[in-house]
């Protein structure tokens, strides 16, 4: 199994609302991301997960609040979030550090949409 | 500021030609891969090249990398329409933990 599922697909929300992104993988890989993506730009990376501890967030926002439950899962818990921050959200997993030679394998990403 | 920049950033050529793009970085790094992406999905690895290589082959895909100059350029032969998407090239700095993208080449393939 070499994919990464991400659920939902597509996600519409008010500015009140608290929902999660959910990221699963079974290939093994001990590292985990969280990228968003705007139209017609490359994506942005969010945060990363190694061995399922926060290794690196990029100065995000609170309103978006990562977590790792175990080794095969990543969320992304959302809350009070704002228009701006309608985008694709993608995460990756890797077997290993991404500068040891490794590739990066995404899920389809979940489109969100904030109202 | 972003490690890749990529040219151009969109390319249209027809069916059967060649698509050649380009990325240029600024700093040091371990490796540097390709991604493409179609519409409004995830990405998918195409192609890694490390720091030590010049030149590597998928396919029908050509990779290069010159890094006293920082850049790199995927070379495309043969082009069909399926091969319509947006292309990214990624880098990656010794030990890190992350890629950086390049702005990305949209690429349109016309039958």
């Known amino acids: 199994d070499t994919e990464v599922t991400q659920t939902p697909k597509h996600l519409v929300m008010g500015m009140t609302n608290k929902k999660s992104l959910k990221c699963e993988q079974h290939?093994?890989?001990?590292?985990m991301y969280w990228y968003k993506q705007k139209a017609k730009k490359p994506p942005e990376l969010m945060f990363v997960y190694s061995y399922e501890k926060l290794s690196i967030n990029e100065s995000v926002p609170s309103r978006f609040s990562p977590e790792c439950p175990n080794s095969s899962l990543l969320n992304l818990h959302l809350h009070a979030l704002q228009p701006e921050d309608s985008a694709l959200y993608l995460c990756?997993?890797?077997?290993?550090?991404?500068?040891?030679?490794?590739?990066?394998?995404f899920g389809q990403g979940t489109r969100l949409t904030v109202v | 500021s972003q490690q890749g920049e990529e040219d151009p950033q969109a390319l249209s050529i027809q069916e059967g030609e060649n698509a050649t793009m380009n990325c240029s970085y600024k700093?040091?790094?371990?490796?540097l891969q390709w991604y493409r992406q179609n519409s409004g999905r995830g990405l998918v690895h195409l192609i890694l090249i490390r720091s030590n290589e010049r030149e590597k082959h998928s396919g029908r895909l050509r990779v290069t990398l010159d890094t006293s100059k920082k850049s790199s350029s995927l070379l495309i032969t043969a082009s069909r329409a399926a091969d319509t998407a947006s292309y990214f090239c990624?880098?990656?700095?010794?030990?890190?933990?992350?890629?950086?993208f390049g702005q990305g080449t949209r690429l349109t393939i016309n039958p």
């Open positions: 990756a997993s890797s077997s290993d550090r991404l500068g040891m030679n490794t590739e990066a394998f």
């Open positions: 290939m093994g890989h001990r590292a």
């Open positions: 700093t040091s790094i371990n490796n």
């Open positions: 990624a880098t990656a700095l010794q030990g890190a933990q992350k890629l950086v």
